[in-house]
Nanobody, 114 residues
């Protein structure tokens, strides 16, 4: 599995960004794709994830401001982030979780200026 993330950048507080993650390789019905983020000296944390079943989970920190979606035709997961806050500044990582394995894409930096 290979994951290619894109869409990070610099945005002012209150603005929006859409992250994209294109997956390639073999896929299973049990796969769960998602986005995590990490800031220096802190653990990587879940932002949002979406299962093939349609089950979606958001962290409390982004709930109501972000939407995760998936286009199976192009094997791409999106994270639309609105009303961004400076505390959303982080490196965002795309992930594919398959049973006990977790695959990571390269990170994409999101910087929210106040």
């Amino acid at each position: 599995v290979q994951l290619q993330a894109s869409g990070g950048g610099l945005v002012q507080a209150g603005g929006s960004l859409r992250l994209s993650c294109k997956a390639s390789g073999f896929f299973f019905a049990a796969d769960v794709m998602g986005w995590y983020r990490q800031v220096p000296e802190k653990q990587r944390e879940l932002v949002a994830e979406i299962a093939n079943s349609g089950r979606i989970k958001y962290s409390d920190s982004v709930k109501g401001r972000s939407t995760i979606s998936k286009d199976n035709a192009v094997n791409t997961v999106y994270l639309q982030m609105n009303s961004l806050k400076p505390e959303d500044t982080a490196v965002y990582f795309c992930s594919l979780r398959r049973f006990s394995q977790q695959y990571w894409g390269q990170g994409t930096l999101v910087t929210v200026s106040s």
